[in-house]
């Protein structure tokens, strides 16, 4: 059955999944979301999954995406619009239960859940505007020499049934209803989710108002699937089966080169676009420094703490020129930590990683403690952050020094010169972002050292800092590996649309038979490369 945003509450949830519009209780262990700040287990138990439900989900995915496929941007913007309409239908149920899952306070769920819908509606913006559809005519010229030139025309299409992965550290804006799966669905691709265990309930609620969006325009039910299941057994079922031809993941690096290796392993190979892992260097540079290191240290230890530090753009490297200005910057950099409250982590998972990195990271060679935040033994995962510093020398001996650990923990690395700092970044692993904080003192240094860090990560910032991610036509979240598994797209903005589609030439096709994208009267209306002119021809 379906279900629709008004029918679902915290009340009704029923530990099910969704394979298409039929809700199915997995026969495969049970898994419950636990209140972060409490530890208690919650209710109800949610039902895993197993191969054969994966095989099914993918099985009515590939029946509908030719239809859906072939839908109109009208109808497809409108789909996208309704889901929408329904995900923040579901608002209080739907912010109590975030919180609920993940300890995540109130206004960032809020947030979150506006991005999450805003995503969507941008989407069906996007999809009846009809860009990214790259439509490009050359007419054909029977009397070129030295030979005739055929009707050539070419658009995009979608690639067929794609797996997103929910992200832990996201419940909305990377999780069911998130940018993997509207841009997907946008792109004309059915989907069909693996949800994170960590938010069983609120994966619950969303898969139900994409169901009755799905419904509710009568498209096929295979349009949009949801599975519970352990992340190796179930995810690599997903991956394999011959059905799906992409996937979106956001995690930890291990998982992500797990499916990588899946996916490539397959008799037909398909792309995997994985989010796995970035530390975000920020270069603080002389001038910049100079100016106010107690606002920038203020400004460092908020981003650094801000959603517990679970976040994919958080700054965990930071380099500073030795000397008076960076000492008052660590100085101050303490003493903001030290008011730094405990908050609840996402789950006790991540929390007991993260205690175990930050340990790892202070007995270190080389490494020093800067401050630390406050504790509270009050919370089951409460996350507490930790500045640590250490000299460029020791860094570049060391390895570890340069792995992500997620949470609120940061190293400063104390360079001798400011001359020193492209050639850190010339050894840094790829990243999603770098930050420069310079002034026009600075402004001969920064050049130098964008022109290393542009072929480093996917965004640089300048007097910024890289928590907090603007969705976007112009935005790019991703970068060189290991940032991502493939560099060259984005899991955020319209852009992200790209990485589900492929380029078709039509070659000499009747008229008649021709694509909406490409015809001869142009009758979407489309801006169109014709003879490499943009126009609406």
Same mark, same amino acid.
């Given at each position: 059955?379906?279900?629709?945003?008004?029918?679902?509450?915290?009340?009704?949830?029923?530990?099910?999944?969704?394979?298409?519009?039929?809700?199915?209780?997995?026969?495969?262990?049970?898994?419950?979301?636990?209140?972060?700040?409490?530890g208690?287990?919650?209710?109800?138990?949610?039902?895993?999954?197993?191969?054969?439900?994966?095989?099914r989900?993918?099985?009515?995915?590939?029946a509908?995406?030719?239809?859906?496929?072939?839908?109109?941007?009208?109808?497809?913007?409108?789909?996208?619009?309704?889901?929408?309409?329904n995900?923040?239908?579901?608002?209080?149920?739907?912010?109590?239960?975030?919180?609920?899952?993940?300890?995540?306070?109130?206004?960032?769920?809020?947030?979150?859940?506006?991005?999450?819908?805003?995503?969507?509606?941008?989407?069906?913006?996007?999809?009846?505007?009809?860009?990214?559809?790259?439509?490009?005519?050359?007419?054909?010229?029977?009397?070129?020499?030295?030979?005739?030139?055929?009707?050539?025309?070419?658009?995009?299409?979608?690639?067929?049934?794609?797996?997103?992965?929910?992200?832990s550290?996201?419940?909305?804006?990377?999780?069911?209803?998130?940018?993997?799966?509207?841009?997907?669905?946008?792109?004309?691709?059915?989907?069909?989710?693996?949800?994170?265990?960590?938010?069983?309930?609120?994966?619950?609620?969303?898969?139900?108002?994409?169901?009755?969006?799905?419904?509710?325009?009568?498209?096929? &039910? /295979? !349009?949009? $699937?949801?599975?519970?299941? @352990? =992340?190796?057994?179930?995810?690599?079922?997903?991956?394999? *089966?011959?059905?799906?031809?992409?996937?979106?993941?956001t995690?930890?690096?291990?998982?992500?080169?797990?499916?990588?290796?899946?996916?490539?392993?397959?008799?037909?190979?398909?792309?995997?676009?994985?989010?796995?892992?970035?530390?975000?260097?920020?270069?603080?540079?002389?001038g910049?420094?100079a100016?106010?290191?107690?606002a920038?240290?203020?400004?460092?230890?908020?981003?650094?703490?801000v959603?517990?530090?679970?976040?994919?753009?958080?700054?965990?490297?930071?380099?500073?020129?030795?000397?008076?200005?960076?000492?008052?910057?660590?100085?101050?950099?303490?003493?903001?930590?030290?008011?730094?409250?405990?908050?609840?982590?996402?789950?006790?998972?991540?929390?007991?990683?993260?205690? &175990? /990195? !930050?340990? $790892?990271?202070?007995?270190? @060679? =080389?490494?020093?403690?800067?401050?630390?935040?406050?504790? *509270?033994e009050?919370?089951?995962?409460?996350?507490?952050?930790?500045?640590?510093?250490?000299?460029?020398?020791?860094f570049?001996?060391?390895?570890a020094?340069?792995?992500?650990?997620?949470?609120?923990?940061?190293l400063?690395v104390?360079?001798?010169?400011?001359?020193?700092?492209?050639?850190?970044?010339?050894?840094?692993?790829?990243?999603?972002?770098?930050?420069?904080?310079?002034?026009?003192?600075?402004?001969?240094?920064?050049?130098?050292?964008?022109?290393?860090?542009?072929?480093?990560?996917?965004?640089?910032?300048?007097?910024?800092?890289?928590?907090?991610v603007?969705?976007?036509?112009?935005?790019?979240?991703?970068?060189?590996?290991?940032?991502?598994?493939?560099?060259?797209?984005?899991?955020?903005?319209?852009?992200?649309?790209?990485?589900?589609?492929?380029?078709?030439?039509?070659?000499?096709?009747?008229?008649?038979?021709?694509?909406?994208?490409?015809?001869?009267?142009?009758?979407?209306?489309?801006?169109?490369?014709?003879?490499?002119?943009?126009?609406r021809?």
């Amino acid at each position: 059955m379906t279900m629709t945003a008004t029918q679902t509450s915290t009340s009704t949830l029923t530990g099910e999944m969704f394979l298409g519009a039929t809700r199915v209780r997995g026969s495969h262990g049970t898994v419950r979301g636990v209140d972060p700040r409490t530890g208690a287990e919650l209710e109800p138990a949610y039902g895993l999954g197993g191969t054969d439900d994966v095989a099914r989900a993918a099985e009515l995915a590939d029946a509908a995406f030719a239809t859906y496929r072939r839908t109109s941007p009208s109808e497809r913007a409108a789909f996208l619009e309704t889901a929408a309409d329904n995900v923040e239908a579901l608002g209080e149920t739907l912010v109590a239960q975030v919180q609920l899952e993940t300890g995540i306070v109130e206004p960032r769920v809020r947030g979150e859940l506006g991005r999450t819908v805003g995503q969507l509606r941008r989407f069906a913006a996007l999809v009846r505007e009809g860009s990214w559809v790259g439509a490009r005519v050359e007419p054909a010229l029977p009397d070129r020499k030295p030979l005739p030139r055929p009707d050539l025309r070419q658009r995009k299409i979608p690639l067929g049934p794609v797996a997103v992965f929910g992200a832990s550290n996201f419940p909305l804006a990377f999780s069911v209803a998130g940018g993997d799966t509207a841009s997907a669905l946008a792109a004309g691709c059915p989907v069909v989710v693996k949800a994170h265990s960590a938010h069983p309930g609120t994966s619950e609620l969303v898969a139900g108002a994409l169901a009755a969006a799905v419904a509710a325009h009568d498209l096929p &039910e /295979g !349009v949009f $699937s949801m599975v519970y299941g @352990d =992340g190796r057994g179930v995810g690599t079922a997903l991956v394999t *089966d011959p059905r799906i031809r992409a996937v979106g993941f956001t995690g930890s690096r291990s998982g992500g080169l797990a499916l990588v290796a899946a996916a490539a392993g397959r008799p037909v190979p398909i792309p995997v676009y994985a989010e796995m892992s970035s530390i975000n260097p920020v270069f603080l540079l002389p001038g910049a420094l100079a100016t106010g290191p107690e606002a920038l240290a203020a400004a460092y230890v908020d981003s650094l703490t801000v959603g517990v530090g679970q976040l994919c753009t958080n700054p965990g490297l930071v380099f500073g020129v030795r000397g008076p200005d960076l000492d008052a910057f660590l100085a101050a950099v303490a003493a903001r930590l030290a008011d730094s409250p405990a908050l609840p982590m996402l789950n006790p998972g991540i929390h007991a990683s993260y205690v &175990e /990195g !930050v340990a $790892s990271t202070g007995a270190l @060679d =080389g490494v020093a403690t800067v401050g630390s935040g406050k504790q *509270d033994e009050s919370l089951a995962a409460g996350g507490q952050a930790h500045v640590f510093t250490a000299a460029l020398g020791d860094f570049a001996a060391e390895p570890a020094m340069q792995e992500e650990n997620f949470g609120s923990s940061s190293l400063v690395v104390q360079v001798d010169d400011a001359e020193e700092l492209a050639g850190v970044a010339e050894r840094l692993e790829g990243q999603l972002t770098a930050t420069v904080h310079a002034v026009e003192s600075d402004h001969a240094a920064a050049a130098g050292l964008l022109d290393v860090l542009e072929t480093k990560v996917g965004r640089v910032l300048f007097n910024g800092w890289p928590t907090g991610v603007d969705v976007g036509s112009a935005m790019v979240h991703g970068g060189p590996f290991p940032a991502t598994s493939d560099g060259r797209s984005t899991s955020v903005g319209t852009l992200a649309i790209e990485r589900f589609v492929r380029p078709v030439a039509y070659q000499d096709v009747p008229p008649a038979l021709l694509p909406a994208e490409v015809d001869v009267d142009n009758s979407l209306g489309l801006w169109r490369l014709v003879d490499g002119e943009p126009g609406r021809g």
